[in-house]
């Protein structure tokens, strides 16, 4: 035991504090996601709100020990409304010396850090770049709260008469960490003990009893042992009533979809190639077939797009969903449904890039690629999505735009919204507005069917093939106006060019344009998209109790640009755009409305926190770079 704890006396009492932020890292076979899982489902359950945050390893499985195959979850719960995972850790749960190297930075002065201290063996302490041991270096973890537990010998000791072989025991070191911090956090046991006996019992008896006697165990260990001075207790969160589930940006986007289907009254076909971030999304489809759903796993990008175009040209809700370097290869088919008019919903689930990039990573690079990314004037709308939760609106929305206004929609998520996760109140499906679709079944005008004429929202009627009497020429090539037969004319082609670009400017929204926090008026107006929401959010509501004139906007319909946005940020002296990105929204207002926004932009594939705006917003209100550093010539930054 280290002297920083060696004469410390169990107080048994509970502290009560607003809100806890606990990051669990280690190797990706440590089971750290499995951990953070049931923290957050056990926090969720007793009440809290709460915010969750992934961080993958980009290696499928990284070298044991090595810095960069470290795998960690970050659990922020509160019994207050919360909009981040966290910006500071209290309590960091280490299970090897890479992850205490990566992550200790993270971790607020005077934080906690749980340390395995089986692991920090000479092998692994070179691995992760260490000369010597850390926790022998009173100055290497001076400032925290450092607590030494033996973590893979008490864990042996626990399981050894479970039956399981050397491997299978030190997989199961992960619950004597969770059982340790749940004593610590006053969290039970019962949802933990439950999910280890559905989950192992049937199969694997063995691993289940091990899983269980663990958890026990390092809960005991942590009431027992002369640890910790208290508890820290975090009350139920006042949440309005209902009832709520956890929910990822992953499968809000599938339940969406599914939803989209039952309000339209039609099947959902679901075609996509795997692709990380979004391989979610096909997964928790393909178990909804009884609600019609229909998944389809596609030899690649382009053979994925071009049946869900297939799909919606049948009459279902053709839809498909991929990362950016995915959507690259799905951009000519996506100009085939601009030149169709068929209703298809393209779900991005943005990861770093370019190319294979930070596939584990988030960003918010793709908004040029799905605003311009395809040949010819090819104009289809854009909707973001704001935050896990409302990966869910968001995606039903886009249905609602795809049908009335017979286009393709690209929905755009990232890795940090898909993979985090939230409370969400369950909707009422059944009060929800219907998606309507029409498809006629008899000839639009004397002259026979005209499959583009269009009505007063520039749609073409959406004629199911085998209709008698409604056929009609399908294909890439230019259509004549009215009829649809092929035309080569140079002005029929510029009059629809310019219809099809109309149709999409003038769409009206079918949920809120933008989520306001903050005044009307004021010095700095904070213009986001996605992911920031929460860091932004959190930010502004900091800067305007301390006095500040600071307002949120945030952005939900990309493209077209909600009507009235001028207005809104004519009223601003100063326009800050905070992207995970080099400024793609700031360059499309700057073109757009003649503003002088400025930038503030990360692409480090971590997503915004709140002092990160706090510190932007204030260096704007100071007339200096929000960014606060330059990149000059071709010197690295």
């Known amino acids: 035991m280290s002297n920083t704890t060696a004469n410390i006396k169990p107080a048994k009492q509970r502290r009560v504090v607003p809100e806890v932020t606990v990051r669990f890292v280690g190797d990706s076979g440590d089971g750290m996601q499995l951990a953070g899982l049931q923290f957050t489902d056990t926090s969720a359950l007793i009440g809290n709100d709460v915010s969750t945050f992934p961080d993958f390893p980009a290696e499928i499985r990284a070298p044991a020990g090595t810095l960069f195959g470290v795998s960690g979850f970050q659990i922020h719960y509160a019994s207050t409304d919360i909009y981040t995972p966290g910006d500071e850790v209290d309590a960091l749960v280490v299970m090897n010396p890479a992850a205490l190297k990566t992550n200790l930075k993270n971790v607020k002065p005077g934080g906690l850090v749980i340390v395995n201290e089986d692991a920090f063996t000479p092998a692994d302490l070179k691995k992760a770049g260490y000369a010597g041991n850390p926790l022998d270096d009173n100055k290497a973890l001076a400032g925290y709260r450092v607590i030494r537990v033996p973590m893979d010998k008490l864990n042996e000791a626990a399981v050894k008469d479970a039956g399981l072989g050397a491997k299978q025991v030190s997989r199961c070191k992960n619950f004597f960490a969770l059982g340790l911090t749940y004593w610590l956090f006053d969290r039970p046991l019962e949802q933990t003990l439950r999910y280890i006996e559905e989950k192992f019992s049937a199969k694997t008896p063995a691993v289940a009893k091990a899983n269980a006697l663990t958890l026990k165990a390092g809960y005991h260990y942590g009431e027992t042992c002369e640890l910790f001075t208290e508890q820290l207790q975090v009350e139920k969160a006042n949440l309005p009533p209902g009832i709520y589930r956890k929910i990822t940006g992953n499968e809000a986007v599938a339940l969406g ?3 989209a289907a039952q309000l339209a009254n039609k099947d959902l076909v679901y ?9 979610e999304i096909l997964h928790g489809l393909s178990e909804l077939k009884n609600l019609g759903v ?7 990008e382009i053979c994925a797009m071009g049946a869900a175009i297939g799909a919606s040209f049948g009459g279902a809700l053709g839809t498909t969903g991929t990362s950016g370097p995915g959507l690259a290869l799905k951009s000519e088919a996506m100009g085939l449904a601009v030149m169709l008019e068929l209703p298809v919903v393209i779900v991005n689930v943005q990861r770093g890039g370019p190319s294979t990039g930070l596939p584990t990573k988030t960003e918010q690079a793709d908004l040029f690629q799905v605003v311009y990314g395809r040949n010819g004037e090819c104009p289809i709308p854009v909707i973001a999505a704001a935050s896990p939760s409302d990966c869910y609106a968001a995606t039903i929305e886009a249905f609602r735009i795809a049908a009335k206004y017979m286009t393709p929609v690209v929905v755009l998520s990232d890795g940090y919204l898909g993979n985090s996760s939230e409370p969400w109140l369950l909707p009422q499906v059944d009060k929800m507005e219907t998606i309507v679709v029409q498809h006629p079944t008899k000839a639009n005008s004397p002259e026979g069917f005209m499959p583009f004429m269009r009505d007063e929202n520039g749609a073409r009627p959406w004629a199911l093939p ?22 080569y004319d140079p002005a029929n082609h510029e009059r629809m060019v310019r219809l099809r670009a109309k149709k999409v400017a003038g769409i009206q929204p079918a949920g809120e344009p933008w989520l306001w926090t903050g005044p009307d008026n004021g010095d700095v107006l904070l213009v986001g998209w996605g992911n920031s929401f929460g860091a932004v959010k959190g930010a502004t509501l900091k800067l305007v109790a301390e006095g500040a004139r600071v307002a949120q906007c945030h952005l939900r319909y990309l493209n077209p640009l909600p009507a009235g946005l001028a207005e809104k940020m004519a009223k601003f002296k100063h326009i800050l755009v905070p992207e995970l990105n080099l400024g793609q929204l700031r360059t499309i207002l700057r073109s757009t409305f003649l ?16 002092p990160e705006i706090v510190r932007g917003v204030k260096a704007v209100l100071r007339g200096e770079d929000p960014t606060g550093k330059t990149v000059d010539s071709f010197q690295s930054a």
């Open 271 to 279: 075609c996509s190639y795997p692709i990380t971030p979004a391989s």
């Open 466 to 487: 085998g209709t008698p009497g409604l056929e009609h020429r399908i294909g890439g090539i230019e259509k004549q106006d009215i009829t649809g037969g092929v035309c």
């Open 257 to 259: 979809m599914a939803t």
């Open 595 to 610: 503003v002088n926004a400025k930038g503030l932009n990360k692409v480090r594939g971590q997503p915004f926190t709140i």
């Open 294 to 300: 229909v998944t389809f796993q596609a030899e690649d």
